[in-house]
């Protein structure tokens, strides 16, 4: 009985031990969220309103550092993957560190409803710098890797995250992918299943419109056409002036002409305050030039640049404008053009004030005026001393040799 008494007893000593260290453990972990959901309260006070990029500089350090604390410090919360997806949303979407924060959310918290998100903020960041390289590269490979790495993230959401509420988005942009790259092909079979397989998601309309960007890039004119035609009778705000100018622009590489200036007019008269409106102005100059009307083009043209000196086009007009005078055989118009672009330093590259001025010499040294191109060329020796980015630009020919030569041919 003694013996039985004993083992009774350590089996109870061994179950109040195991009773207190549970209960130590428990108080333990309630401890452990407890000052886990105050660390999230207080973040969540100091970034309501929501901090954004345009915020101070310290407020939003400060809110990383608070959201920083949380994933840090309580890695196996109910709120370590919030704050580390709230902490990578607030760096610069260029940063690595960005990208790395996401990855980490996404291998230590598979499960958490951030994962897709962190997955497509890391395929559409890539999709982003490779836009971005490519409008100021010529170097396509820059840009590829770029799209390369989006094409694969956008490929494992797809395939981790089925359910996900940016699927078909993902499918979209994955289709963008294939554009950026001119993998026209591709792009078009892409966007083809999707407006079947989107035909009741507003998105279709814009799978509708890159179908008719598609036919433009590869010539398909009144493919391009019938499908911008769809996007303008949908009659959604943020696609049908483009798809109203993208109609204009497929009958001006078509040589219609006069159809293309009645569809920009269009684009003009229906949506007079977008961007493209603006742009729509400067072609129908360019259509009329095309045509072989050279006083309504240039007519035209300096109306467009008056009314929107800051558009992208205007640079190139006002220079379009010397050469067709040029062509017209009137030197004091095209000398009186090319003088605008020289004297206008804030709109103007370096280079497009050199090459104005290299013409207004050319002008005066084909006209015979030798001492009106000489005086041009020594100040295009003196005041634009560094060479046009064009290696082989005639301006680069000018040099002190040059002048000395015409001097001399004077004489």
């Known amino acids: 009985m003694k013996r039985i008494i004993i083992v009774v007893d350590l089996m109870i000593l061994a179950f109040l031990v195991g009773f207190f260290i549970g209960r130590a453990t428990e108080n333990r972990l309630g401890q452990y969220d407890d000052r886990a959901d105050k660390a999230w309260r207080k973040v969540e006070k100091a970034d309501t309103p929501p901090v954004t990029e345009d915020s101070d500089a310290n407020q939003i350090e400060k809110i990383r550092t608070l959201y920083r604390k949380v994933f840090d ?35 230590h918290y598979p ?22 390289r490519k409008a100021v590269s010529s170097e ?35 289709a963008m992918c294939y554009y950026g790259k001119g993998q026209w092909s591709l792009a078009q079979d892409e966007f083809r299943t999707l407006r079947i397989d989107l035909a009741n998601d507003p998105i279709v309309h814009e799978v509708v419109y890159q179908l008719g960007r598609i ?31 993208g109609i204009a622009q497929a009958l001006f590489a078509q040589g219609k002409y006069e159809e293309s200036i009645s569809a920009y007019e269009r684009t003009i008269e229906n949506y007079p305050k977008s961007v493209v409106a603006q742009d729509a102005c400067f072609y129908i100059g360019w259509a009329y030039q095309r045509m072989g009307k050279h006083d309504e083009a240039i007519i035209q043209l300096e109306e467009a ?6 558009n992208e086009n205007a640079s190139n007009s006002l220079v379009f404008i010397a050469q067709i005078y040029y062509d017209q055989k009137n030197p004091d118009g095209s000398i009186e053009a090319y003088r605008k672009v020289v004297d206008n330093k804030d709109n103007f590259s370096y280079d497009m004030r050199r090459s104005a001025l290299y013409w207004i010499g050319k002008i005066h040294e084909e006209e015979g005026d030798t001492d009106q191109a000489i005086s041009t ?35």
């Not at 709120?79 to 959310?105: H, N, T």
């Open 73 to 107: 410090r309580y890695p196996d919360s109910h709120w370590a993957d919030d704050a580390l997806y709230q902490y990578a949303s607030r760096l610069a979407i260029s940063q690595e560190q960005q990208f790395s924060m996401f990855r980490r959310l996404i291998i």
């Open 215 to 245: 036919a433009i890039e590869t010539q398909q004119y009144d493919g391009a056409i019938a499908e911008f035609q769809n996007v303008v009778d949908a009659g959604l705000e943020s696609l049908a002036p483009n798809a109203q100018f």
């Open 111 to 132: 499960d958490s409803e951030y994962a897709d998100d962190s997955l497509y903020a890391i395929a559409y960041a890539n999709y982003r710098l490779a836009e971005e």
């Open 305 to 310: 640049i008056e009314d929107f000196p800051r």
């Open 140 to 174: 396509l490979a820059e840009s590829d890797l770029y799209y390369d790495r989006s094409l694969r993230f956008f490929g494992q959401l797809l395939t981790d995250y089925s359910g996900s509420s940016l699927y078909n988005t993902s499918l979209f942009n994955r």
């Open 377 to 411: 060329y020594t100040m295009l020796v003196k005041d634009y001393a560094e060479h046009h980015q064009t290696h082989h630009h005639p301006s680069n020919n000018i040099n002190e040799e040059y002048i000395q030569k015409l001097q001399a041919d004077r004489s």
